[in-house]
């Protein structure tokens, strides 16, 4: 089965920032948030970290930040936030994006990276901004940086792929994408991302196995359902295609997609209804 391209294909799980590479629809609903794990990440979960927990890191930033950047009053100053660690900048940064303040989101981080140069977790969630905005030769840039500065950060390869597989370098995105699953192997974005690659490639069983690690990890996500689904449905099981797809419609927020699966649902059905029917009049 064919990839549909203008009515429903294969979701692609970003660990940042959700878009679409050629051929592949992206969901919002089925989105991890690298930024958000750069977050945790960046806290970190020692004794000696005053900000372990991600939400004292988040009420920290928000009682350092100055009101011009938590949007409460025009931007002023030279560089108002010049006191945060990286963490809390980038807890800033994300404020912004979540309150459709992208601008002032991105001068957060670019301030930020001046003063921190060497920061992957600053570098990591730019290059996911970038990638959200398909800015992909900055994006590569700082995600390429990110990973030379931490190598072993699944999260980071994950993106760097998605880069790739828009700049057309498949085997640099497959390599990735592998490195991450070793590193992680049950993270969610990884395994789904691969599983994408490898239905795109024929390789349906493999790709099945991955989706089917994807729901073991994480049973209430919608999207590995609809990528299961649709590679069972590949490989000849029908009637798994449509229990999966029926699992989706039902953990699924996006309208877009839901209406999408329903069609496509509709159209599997429609051979078994209308069987039915002759049956009935032979009868």
């Known amino acids: 089965m064919r990839l549909f391209r203008s009515t429903l294909s294969l979701i692609s799980l970003f660990a940042a920032a959700c ?17 958000q794990s750069a977050v945790q990440n960046a806290a970190g979960s020692t004794a000696d970290n ?4 991600p939400a004292e890191a988040q009420a920290a930033a928000e009682e350092m930040t100055p009101s011009s950047l938590a949007g409460k009053k025009p931007y002023a100053g030279p560089n108002p936030h010049s006191a945060l660690t990286p963490e809390q900048h980038i ?20 301030r930020a990276i001046a003063e921190f140069s060497e920061d992957p977790d ?33 999260s980071l390869r994950v993106n760097r792929s998605q880069v790739y597989r828009r ?12 490195k991450a699953v070793e590193l992680q ?4 974005a990884a395994r789904f991302n691969r599983g994408v690659m490898l239905y795109t490639d024929g390789n349906y069983q493999e790709a099945l196995a991955d989706f089917e690690h994807c729901i073991a990890a994480d049973p209430h996500s919608a999207g590995p359902y609809l990528n299961r689904g649709i590679t069972r449905d590949a490989l000849g099981d029908r009637p798994g295609a449509v229990e999966d797809l029926t699992r989706f419609l039902e953990l699924a927020k996006n309208p877009a997609w839901k209406e999408r699966a329903q069609q496509l649902l509709d159209a599997w059905n ?13 009868s």
């Not at 005053?50 to 927990?53: E, I, Q, R, T, V």
Request: aromatic share 2%.
């Open 50 to 53: 005053p900000h372990a927990n």
């Open 167 to 178: 700049f057309n370098r498949p085997q640099e995105a497959l390599a990735d994408i592998n």
């Open 91 to 110: 807890t800033v940064a994300l404020r912004h994006r979540t309150e459709g303040r992208l601008a002032q989101a991105m001068d957060t981080l670019d």
């Open 122 to 154: 600053l570098l990591g969630v730019r290059g996911s901004f970038y990638l959200e905005q398909g800015s992909l030769t900055p994006a590569l840039a700082d995600l390429e940086k990110a990973v030379r500065l931490r190598p072993d950060d699944a």
């Open 185 to 188: 192997p049950d993270l969610v």
């Open 19 to 35: 878009c679409a590479p050629a051929g592949v629809i992206a969901a919002d609903a089925a989105t991890q948030n690298t930024a």
């Open 270 to 282: 429609k051979p078994e209804q209308a069987g039915e029917s002759a049956a009935k009049e032979n």
